[in-house]
């Protein structure tokens, strides 16, 4: 017979046994509450410092182009594409050429669309890839930008060039005078060689330094970009092969070329100068205000009237004490001057000879021309179409930036934040230079 299983009954607490237990299961709960709410706070506060240290800064608006937003994230990751293609060059120095290049490109994005020329996303991110580059926003909008370019330039731009235009081979070249305009000109009748005297005594820079003053076959465009002004060119167009101009005066063109008119009227033992000077655009010119000087006109009305050296202009010729440089390799003004003034020889209290300077520029000229041949509807060469593509899209571009301005938000880029991102994209690029 088997035995009876013995039942326990149930473990009976007084009273005050149970309201002891139960105080201690509300205060376990408290614990644990409690110990969930510090975790839970923990967490938040962990990502609340996540969200206002690292997330929202790399997510501002910085830029706005219509509806297209840039943040801060994007334009370090510019920055540093920037940085990383000119080491050692600070990154703040490109935050302006960035800044307008996001802005170019979305706009140009948005007017090619406008001329049904897009580009396939898709293309771009395949040869980024390709070409090992990372496949990220900011890279497929620099490639975009670039493709956009070359198509809106074939497929828009260049269509509407003509392949011809009336053009000129001419020979010219700037002179420091008409006086030396003129005496180059009776040179070039008595059959002497342009390129020859051009590389002695032109002062334009294509012609002192590229082509010794032969331009060969251009349209007007090319050429007024080559030459920066109109007067020899309306010379060319009018005139007959085999002519040669007159003196053409210009009062507006630049030349690194001038001349002192120098008094040195004391030195001290330590070598500290009291000078009067002007500077002046030609030699000619300069032995004429010298001889008005030695003659008694009044030397402040002529240095503000002639002198293209500002200080001498403003002050009447009056230079003040000039102190020697402390060596060969600085100046006070120009080593020219510096050479005149402090040479042991200069006599003091006398006007100098024109002293020549092509350090310092002045500001014009003569310009003289010689017509080898015209031709209307002459067929444009390769390079000078599309040089005239290239400007007619840099002119579009310009008039878009122009018109589109309003559309166009750069307020978030304040001082703190450009800091902000130029001080973190150094210091990821340098992380990444450290691998």
């Known amino acids: 017979m088997a035995k009876k299983r013995r039942v326990e009954k149930p473990k009976e607490y007084t009273r005050r046994q149970l309201s002891h237990f139960q105080k201690q299961k509300r205060r376990q709960r408290i614990v644990f509450i409690s110990g969930m709410a510090i975790i839970a706070a923990i967490i938040v506060i962990t990502l609340a410092g996540w969200y206002i240290g690292e997330y929202r800064p790399l997510h501002k608006t910085v830029i706005k182009v219509k509806d297209t937003e840039f943040n801060t994230s994007y334009f370090i990751e510019l920055l540093k594409i920037y940085g990383a293609s000119q080491p050692g060059q600070s990154l703040e120095a490109f935050v302006n050429g960035a800044q307008e290049g ?83 000109r009776s040179k070039l009748i008595m059959g002497d060689n342009f390129t020859a005297l051009a590389g002695e005594y032109a002062q334009n820079y294509y012609s002192k330094n590229v082509n010794k003053g032969d331009f060969g076959w251009h349209p007007q465009t090319v050429l007024e970009a080559q030459l920066g002004s109109l007067i020899p060119i309306d010379y060319a167009f009018m005139a007959q092969a085999g002519d040669i101009s007159p003196p053409l005066s210009d009062n507006v063109s630049y030349k690194q070329l001038g001349y002192w008119v120098i008094k040195v009227l004391s030195m001290s033992e330590d070598e500290e100068a009291e000078v009067q000077a002007l500077y002046l655009g030609s030699r000619h010119q300069a032995l004429e205000i010298k001889a008005r000087l030695e003659s008694g006109d009044n030397l402040s009305a002529l240095a503000k009237q002639y002198s293209q050296y500002s200080t001498s202009k403003e002050n009447g010729g009056e230079l003040g004490t000039v102190a020697k440089p402390a060596s060969a390799n600085d100046t006070s003004i120009s080593t020219a001057f510096d050479t005149y003034v402090f040479d042991p020889a200069t006599e003091l209290g006398n006007w100098s000879e024109p002293v020549r300077d092509t350090a310092l520029w002045t500001q014009g000229g003569a310009w003289i021309v010689q017509l080898v041949e015209k031709q209307d509807n002459r067929e444009l060469s390769a390079g000078d179409r599309s040089f005239i593509i290239n400007q007619v899209y840099s002119e579009w571009l310009s008039q878009l930036k122009i018109m589109q301005a309003a559309e166009v938000d750069t307020s978030g880029l304040t001082e703190e934040v450009v800091t902000w991102m130029v001080e973190r994209a150094t210091r990821e690029l340098q992380q990444a230079a450290r691998g």
């Open 102 to 184: 996001v802005v170019e490109n979305e706009l140009k994005k948005q007017a090619a669309q406008g001329y049904g020329i897009t580009v396939n996303d898709e293309e771009i991110k395949a040869e980024l890839k390709e070409n090992g580059a990372p496949v990220n926003r900011v890279y497929v909008d620099l490639s975009r930008g670039q493709k956009l370019e070359t198509k809106l330039k074939d497929d828009y731009f260049g269509p509407e060039i003509p392949a011809s235009d009336n053009q000129v081979h001419m020979m010219t070249m700037l002179t420091e005078s008409e006086a030396v305009a003129q005496e180059l």
